[in-house]
């Protein structure tokens, strides 16, 4: 990246390792602003090392009062904008008062770091990781740079994963069991169920599954709660009878899901809901919903 204007320019570069130069993984992710980038990806326990390579443009040299690599863990929340919570800040200074004249490359290394939040980038709220470089001028302002790498963390199949079994009733006119084989899911699993029609006194016309995210921020008169639906998934087109079952097969690595989050660090939650919605031929929508858990079993 340059900087510092069109006289003297300087270009900051990083490459990143996860120790012994070892190169991490890619993966690309949506940013802040809803771009697809690609960057590192990490987990927790992992090193962060690597090199910034510093280039003054146009054969000038640039004066500084010294150069910084930080690592740092961030939550901002967008309601709150140009404030971050630093969860993890480390530092590393890499040189003292001085000029530069020529290319020059430092090195890094933050060793087995305790990265056990997920990168997460939401409607009013984003957790991240950067490499930021600084090099620190008092005339004409500092170069600051972001590096982001993505962490990704998994975890082992749960011991007790019970059923879900949930009914929809309304008086005398319709009454409906379904049934889900779990109540957590892998982020590759497949959602497995039936949907039983016991009693049909109204006339149906629609029926739709849909996998909604309920994101949690603040707390107290400063809480808000977004929900978006993922995923969508017709049930039905047309008419049930009674006595008829439906089955439902949902592939979830087909959309953009993540683990289920609880308070991190006493900022945001995420959960996600499966909500069954019926509609009549009047459209009139009928709805059923119930928490599921998610969770990564694998990068």
């Keep these: 990246m340059n900087f510092l204007g069109f006289k003297a320019p300087?270009?900051?570069?990083?490459?990143l390792f996860k120790g012994d130069g070892v190169?991490?993984?890619l993966v690309t992710v949506r940013s802040a602003s809803g771009v697809p980038e690609t960057i590192p990806l990490y987990k927790d326990g992992?090193?962060?090392?690597?090199?910034?390579?510093?280039?003054?443009g146009f054969g000038k040299k640039v004066d500084h009062q010294g150069i910084k690599i930080e690592l740092l863990g961030q939550i901002e929340a967008y309601y709150d904008k140009g404030s971050f919570y630093d969860f993890i800040a480390a530092v590393r200074e890499v040189a003292g008062p001085?000029?530069?004249k020529e290319e020059t490359k430092f090195d890094f290394e933050f060793p087995n770091l305790e990265m056990v939040n997920e990168s997460y980038s939401g409607v009013n709220v984003r957790l991240r990781y950067v490499v930021k470089v600084t090099i620190v001028r008092s005339f004409r302002g500092s170069v600051v740079t972001d590096f982001p790498f993505c962490v990704r963390n998994t975890t082992t199949l749960p011991e007790i994963n019970n059923?879900?079994?949930?009914?929809?009733?309304?008086?005398?006119?319709?009454?409906i069991e379904f049934e889900y084989k779990k109540s957590k899911y892998h982020l590759k699993d497949v959602l497995v169920g039936k949907i039983y029609f016991l009693l049909v006194q109204i006339k149906l016309k629609h029926m739709e599954l849909e996998i909604r995210r309920r994101e949690t921020t603040g707390s107290g008169s400063n809480q808000y709660n977004e929900?978006?639906?993922?995923?969508?998934?017709?049930v039905m087109d047309g008419a049930p009878v009674k006595g008829e079952c439906i089955p439902i097969r949902l592939f979830l690595s087909a959309y953009d899901l993540t683990p289920t989050y609880k308070n991190v660090n006493n900022k945001f939650s995420v959960k996600y809901f499966l909500n069954l919605v019926l509609v009549d031929e009047e459209d009139r929508r009928y709805f059923k919903q119930q928490e599921i858990h998610l969770f990564r079993t694998e990068m």
Excluded: N, R, W
């Design 10 to 15: 300087v270009t900051v570069d990083a490459e």
């Design 23 to 25: 190169k991490p993984e």
């Design 46 to 56: 992992d090193t962060v090392s690597g090199f910034v390579t510093v280039m003054p």
């Design 98 to 100: 001085g000029e530069i």
């Design 163 to 175: 059923s879900i079994k949930m009914e929809v009733g309304i008086e005398d006119c319709l009454h």
């Design 227 to 234: 929900t978006q639906t993922m995923a969508k998934y017709e």
